[in-house]
């Protein structure tokens, strides 16, 4: 028996803190001070680089982000700490993870009609997970109240699409009848907020996706008529935190590397084209020629890349509200970016609109999802 996947409600959750650029810049320069005068006579030496100042006009320009919401922005925006400050919990306290994703799943269970006591598994997919086990999702699943299995993965910033895949795979074999694949983020935790080339790049959030059997949706659905997945090996996004790091000479160092890092312009380069030529295989593949193509809902990392990669995918410039962008007020949320996107303009499709959800980031990875509403 094979049965026919189906989207039937998304959720976000939303931090309530915001940091603007112009705040961003304000902290990350008076950062830059008190670090050139503690290391005034290195640099006075020439043993020693300056940090140079932010600014807000290449960050717009750079990435088009203007905002990012954080789970607490105190200990980011202070120049002495610059991270962000968590509240230690036990372990019989909902982990941040868990917190951060249980209002988003609520919320794409309100949109579907359902009860958690509906939904056969959950699926955590996410770039940064708070430890290693017990898996978030089982966490997730507990206090939810939903019956079945659930289980953590990490692809980075493709993690969602992945998600959708895997779970959409085991509907139309009939293993499970309903699962969520829920993203939380908190990026702010793993970026460098003192490397002046990546600090204005990552925000926190947590998406969450229903996908039921389409027979079984109770109002409006997307249908997810094909998905694919590819991945490339690449060390040009790298985070090399981990449990081997007490076997390191230098121990639990705060080394740059525990962080999240990046070649940013070997990226843009080479993923680009790997996207585009990803999406027109799976296109073309799929029977769906560009002028079916009615929405894009791109990763969120950079605008200029989305620019290109609507235009690729087009053939022409996108017209306003085809390949929505939400980064400006999110900036790059890792997997939960394309079902931002997805989530907040998707409600004006009508019956037979076609669709693309496509992530992509470390790994290389990128995976598209390919849509169709029904009602
Ligand atoms: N403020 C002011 N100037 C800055 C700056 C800042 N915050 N950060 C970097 N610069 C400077 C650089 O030092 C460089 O100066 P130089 O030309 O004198 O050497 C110049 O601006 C250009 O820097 P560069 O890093 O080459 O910028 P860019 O145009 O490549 O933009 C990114 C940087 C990160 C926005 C861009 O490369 C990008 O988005 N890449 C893809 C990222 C991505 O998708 N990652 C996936 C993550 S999951």
Redesign the pocket.
Known sequence: MNYIPAITGTGVFTPKEIITNAEL?VA?NAYVDLYNAEHAAEIAAGTLDAK????E???V???GIEQRFVMDKTGILDPKVMHPLFRQRSDDEPSLMAEMALEACHAALAQAGRQASDVGAVICAA?NLERAYPAVAIEIQQFLGVQGFAFDMNV??SSATFGIQAAADMIRSGSIKSALVVNPEICSAHLEWRD???????GDVATATLIERAEDAKGPYFEITSTRCATEFSNN?RNNNGFLRRSRPDGVADRRDMQ?M?N??K??KE?LPMVAEHIAGHMADSGVSASDLKRLWL?Q??K??NDFIGRKVLGRDPAPGEQPNILQDYA?T?SAGSIIAFSKNSADMVDGDVGLICS???GYSVGSVLVQRHG
């Open positions: 810049v990350f140079a100042y932010s600014s006009d290449f960050i320009k750079a990435s770039s980075a910033c002046r080339d990546c600090h204005f790049i990552f996004i999240f990046q940013g312009r990226v843009f993923v990763h990392a950079n200029s890349m790059n890792s992509f980031g470390a």
